[in-house]
T-cell receptor, first 112, second 111 residues
Framework: SAVISQKPSRDICQRGTSLTIQCQVD?????MFWYRQQPGQSLTLIAT?????????ESGFVIDKFPISRPNLTFSTLTVSNMSPEDSSIYLC?????????FGPGTRLTVT | QQPVQSPQAVILREGEDAVINCSSS?????VHWYRQKHGEAPVFLMI?????EQKGHEKISASFNEKKQQSSLYLTASQLSYSGTYFC????????????FGAGTRLAVHP
């Protein structure tokens, strides 16, 4: 298994601003993923982040809006740029460890 | 394409059994099952990699029918701790574990 921490755990932001979410893992992993989850809804994959390469984005998500960094095998950041109220959601990172995927505790974002 | 989960919700008494289904219109590489409690992160239950595979975890088990492109999660002799939302995550990416999740099944177990 893997232990994952995220910062911040929650934030309230004004529209038009940006927020960077950090994800830290207690072991080295090749693949990290970023998901979004609206309260009471399912999880939607935003992008896959591999160390040493550009992140791969899913349909409906673009790099200008959700830039991702993956500087090493234990850390990644997701930035939510130029936020609008529609970006209010829970953002979760996950890691793949021997075909098992583990999730961080999530960052609850509210955009006013 | 999002897999279809059924039923949407289940209410059980302690000790009763339930089955949650997950079906796809596309060929699946693997199926992952998770349970999420309110306000918490999803917790990994099990992964099924091969058609015909079955796995068990305490009183929770699952099967994967590759031909029918579906998986089922079996909860037997349910306990209060089983309450939560169950998600299946399907991998169409050939092993890269880019998961597409179903809409979830809400399970409530009452005394």
């Amino acid at each position: 298994s893997a232990v994952i921490s995220q910062k911040p755990s929650r934030d309230i932001c004004q529209r038009g601003t940006s927020l960077t979410i950090q994800c830290q893992v207690d072991s080295q992993v090749t693949m990290m993923f970023w998901y979004r989850q609206q309260p009471g809804q399912s999880l939607t994959l935003i992008a896959t982040a591999n160390q040493g390469s550009e992140a791969t984005y899913e349909s409906g998500f673009v790099i200008d809006k959700f830039p991702i960094s993956r500087p090493n095998l234990t850390f990644s950041t997701l930035t939510v740029s130029n936020m609008s109220p529609e970006d209010s959601s829970i953002y979760l990172c996950s890691v793949d460890s021997h075909d098992e995927q583990y999730f961080g505790p999530g960052t609850r974002l509210t955009v006013t | 394409q999002q897999p279809v989960q059924s039923p949407q919700a289940v209410i059980l008494r302690e000790g009763e059994d339930a089955v949650i289904n997950c079906s796809s219109s596309k060929a699946l590489y693997s199926v992952h099952w998770y349970r999420q409690k309110h306000g918490e992160a999803p917790v990994f239950l099990m992964i099924l990699l091969k058609g015909g595979e079955q796995k068990g975890h305490e009183k929770i088990s699952a099967s994967f029918n590759e031909k029918k492109q579906q998986s089922s999660l079996y909860l037997t002799a349910s306990q209060l701790s089983y309450s939560g939302t169950y998600f299946c995550g399907t991998d169409f990416s050939g092993g890269y574990n880019k998961l597409i999740f179903g809409a979830g099944t809400r399970l409530a177990v009452h005394p």
